[in-house]
């Protein structure tokens, strides 16, 4: 099978990245290609995210199969942004240093219309199959391990010939007959050159399985080649001191004292075996020995550790005894340095993997406070013991917004000592802090050994100003490791965007609110004769302002007649479309109705002014189908009646007391068409026990799968049903039917008015 293509398009949305990711995967299952499916959907969650959060558009994902290597590309729909690279454009992600650090090859496409981020994967084993031919006639493993590092200069270049020696030679342990003078030269020139000075820090190996077997069995050999009645693994730590990693024999029973690089022979520092014949040797006078053989392990040109054999009696080994040492160093270096970066490797994905999580989690909620409190616990306990977020304001510099602490009986007062330290540093750059310092005593003793916490703060910068800052903590003698303060920083930055973003929402949505009510009347006025009840529910989140609209108003009093008033108007409308054009027309159409009806207009002649109104706002206006009636009190008290307009609404029904229900309003064009249209008025009596359903087209057309709530004179049996209610129990049961008529909520405003003669 030479080439094959999947693709899969995903909407803009968060929960898309997690659908991306299961397609890749699944894909590359089908195709055989597990042993590249983690780095490939680690890619492609970096990739679907930077198209979600930059290029805001649907994506395509692509795979190809072609040959031995599998290609992957993501592809968004706005070619006209630039690809975002840390630290130069982009206000978070690291998707592309990601992509360069995974892939075989990777790249950029441009279209007309598309623009697409691709990388390539080659499966484990290609590329040694194809090498190992040119590697055998070069003349060997050492000759291609110095090939190696003088063809690419460089530390994966030497580990990548470091791990084919390792595999040519053999297991760890094995006596290598012979040393290449050529790979020895070059390793000698390496060391000279002063790089072992810096020790490597030996303590990530003991979190490998692989390394301590290695470990165990490099000492386990040390012996019996040896005969040495013990032999040991010293590793180096950061600050140069060296701890025991595996231990054998004699050397298990004697406890390391103090030793540090520094302290160690010139021979050592050099990157020589060397051979003590007494205690005066400082590594044999810290394992208690009398004589000991010693040779350096290195990774990358740097000190890891040692490997030493030690005995009881002075002078018992002698330099053959060394060189045989220094082989089995070279050997086990190779099988520590596999397993070192193996670890690392580890740690490098699941640090990705977090990432990748995190940014789905963050990116799933619009919620200020959920999307802090997410920041904190995803903070705790990976990464620290307890997580502070501050949050600024244009009205607060910086406010202790959300803490939270791995023991819950600790977070109230690390609260308390929060609020009474210096204020979070206003600064551009994550590095440590020092605030608990400033904290009255008082309030440190009450929370003990955590006011000597180590503390790390990061800020949290989106387009390009600081809306807070991340604290993060941990007990004095738990120190941060680097690639918690290296994941913190990348957390902190996909958090600033996550709560910019809802900061962002929680304004537009409290303006669209604000609009919203704007939009509405301030109350229903009370009618004799006549109940009213009325229903506004807006779709969505109230993030958009609705089309939908209804008023009911005092339109004047019968000339000569007393006080109260005698005549009322009603109206209801749907606007078409959502957002702030529609919010114009809506706006404009409501307070017309009001202005117009004070003018004593009748209800054609307000239809028709509107209708002009509309018109003349040219592209800005909007299509608007409205219902408008005039309500009258008869003089028997007997009912009410009502004149109304329908201009391309849904008809208004009738329900009688006996349960029939009818049309009561002829079909007229709707408002925003055509100029000219002159519409005529349709009388209802509205008798005692009979109701008026009006309603919008949210109600009508509101949607199950493919029926519609309308469909079959649906609604005039809903209403049918309602006989005997009340008008507020009418519009509570046809609210009610409106939710439950469908499993996903609506997706159009819904608006009725029910008016009961009474």
């Known amino acids: 099978m030479d080439r094959q293509t999947a693709t899969a398009t995903f909407p803009s949305a968060a929960a898309a990245v997690a659908d991306a990711r299961r397609f890749v995967r699944k894909v590359l299952a089908d195709w055989g290609m597990d042993e590249v499916a983690d780095d490939a959907v680690l890619a492609t969650s970096e990739l679907a995210t930077n198209a979600i959060a930059y290029a805001g558009t649907s994506f395509e994902v692509s795979c ?35 992509i360069a650090r995974l892939a075989a090859s990777w790249g950029v496409s441009y279209d007309r219309r598309t623009k ?21 006639a070069a003349g060997g493993p050492e000759a291609a391990f110095t090939a190696d590092i003088a063809a690419n200069g460089s530390a994966q270049g030497e580990r990548a010939a470091r791990d084919r020696g390792a595999r040519d030679r053999g297991a760890p342990g094995a006596v290598e007959p012979a040393r290449d003078g050529a790979a020895a030269q070059v390793r000698e020139g390496r060391l000279a050159g002063g790089a072992s000075e810096v020790p490597v820090a030996g303590d990530r190996l003991l979190r490998s399985p692989a390394a301590v077997e290695a470990m165990e069995d490099g000492v386990a050999t040390v012996r019996e080649v040896l005969g040495a009645e013990g032999a040991a693994v010293l ?14 024999g004699t050397a298990a029973e004697m406890p390391l004292g103090e030793l540090s690089v520094a302290s160690l022979t010139p021979a050592a520092r050099a990157g020589s075996a060397w051979v003590a014949a007494d205690a005066s040797d400082p590594t044999a006078a810290a394992l ?9 392990l290195e990774s990358q040109g740097r000190l890891t550790g040692l490997i030493v054999a030690v005995s009881s009696l002075s002078g018992r080994f002698d330099q053959s005894d060394g060189a045989r040492l220094g082989r089995l160093a070279d050997e086990m270096s190779l099988s520590l340095e596999k397993a070192r970066v193996g670890e690392l490797e580890r740690s490098w ?9 995190a940014s789905d989690l963050l990116a799933g909620t619009l919620d200020q406070e959920r999307t802090m409190a997410l920041v904190a616990q995803l903070v705790v306990p990976r990464l620290a013991t307890w997580c502070a977020v501050y949050t600024v304001t244009e009205a607060e510099p910086d406010r202790l917004a959300y803490v939270w602490h791995a023991d819950e009986d600790r977070a109230d007062g690390l609260r308390e000592l929060l609020e009474h330290a210096g204020a979070a540093p206003p600064t551009d750059a994550s590095g440590p802090w020092n605030g608990l310092a400033t904290a009255p005593e008082e309030v440190r003793a009450a929370v003990g050994d955590t006011a000597n916490d180590q503390v790390y703060a990061f800020p949290l910068i989106a387009r390009g100003r600081r809306i807070g ?10 120190r941060f490791p680097r690639s918690a303060i290296e994941l913190a920083e990348e957390l902190s930055r996909r958090a600033a965007l996550a709560v910019d973003n809802a900061r962002l929402f929680s304004a537009q949505t409290a303006m669209s609110s604000a609009l919203q009510r704007s939009l509405l009347p301030p109350g229903i006025p009370e009618i004799p004769g006549l109940e009213v009840a009325v229903v506004y529910e807006p779709a969505g989140e109230g993030s958009e302002v609705g089309g939908d609209f209804y008023d009911v108003f005092e339109s004047g009093r019968r000339p000569g007649g007393p006080a109260p008033a005698s005549r009322w108007r009603f109206a209801i409308g749907d606007v078409c479309g959502t957002g702030p054009e529609a919010a114009a027309v809506t706006g404009l159409a409501r307070h017309a109705l009001r202005i117009l009806a004070a003018e004593d207009m009748t209800v054609p002649a307000v239809l028709t002014r509107l209708n002009r109104l509309i018109l003349g ?9 409205l219902l408008h009636g005039e309500i009258t009190a008869r003089r028997r008290r007997d009912g009410v009646t009502i004149r109304l307009t329908s201009a391309g609404h849904p008809p208004p029904l009738v329900l009688d007391p006996e349960g029939g229900v009818r049309e009561v309003a002829s079909p007229q064009p709707l408002l925003g068409v055509f100029d000219g249209v002159e519409f005529h008025t349709d009388t209802v009596e509205l008798r005692r026990g009979e ?19 309308g469909d079959g004179h649906g609604l005039e049996k809903l209403l049918a049903g309602c006989t005997g209610l009340s008008a507020g129990a009418v519009a509570a049961r046809i609210q009610r039917a409106v939710r439950d008529f469908g499993p996903e909520p609506s997706n159009d405003d819904v608006a009725l008015i029910v008016l009961r003669a009474s």
């Open 691 to 709: 109701v008026l359903l009006c309603v919008t087209d949210g109600v009508t057309e509101r949607r199950s799968g493919s029926r519609l709530l």
């Open 469 to 478: 800052t991340i604290v993060i903590g941990r007990p004095a003698g738990d």
């Open 64 to 98: 190809r199969l072609v040959g031995r290597d599998v290609e992957i590309e993501v592809r968004d729909r706005h070619p006209t942004r630039g690809i975002e690279m840390p630290g130069v454009t982009a206000s978070s992600g690291r998707g592309l240093p990601s």
């Open 116 to 136: 697409g981020v691709w990388f390539r994967l080659t499966r484990p084993g290609a590329a040694e199959a194809a090498a190992a031919p040119e590697g055998a």
């Open 617 to 625: 706002e040219g592209e800005r206006g909007r299509l608007l189908t």
């Open 349 to 357: 994905r699941g640090w990705l993997s977090f990432v990748a999580e």
């Open 235 to 248: 590793l180096t730590e950061r600050d140069g001191r060296l701890i025991i990693g595996s231990a054998a």
């Open 288 to 296: 208690r020995a009398s004589s000991l053989a010693a040779a350096p």
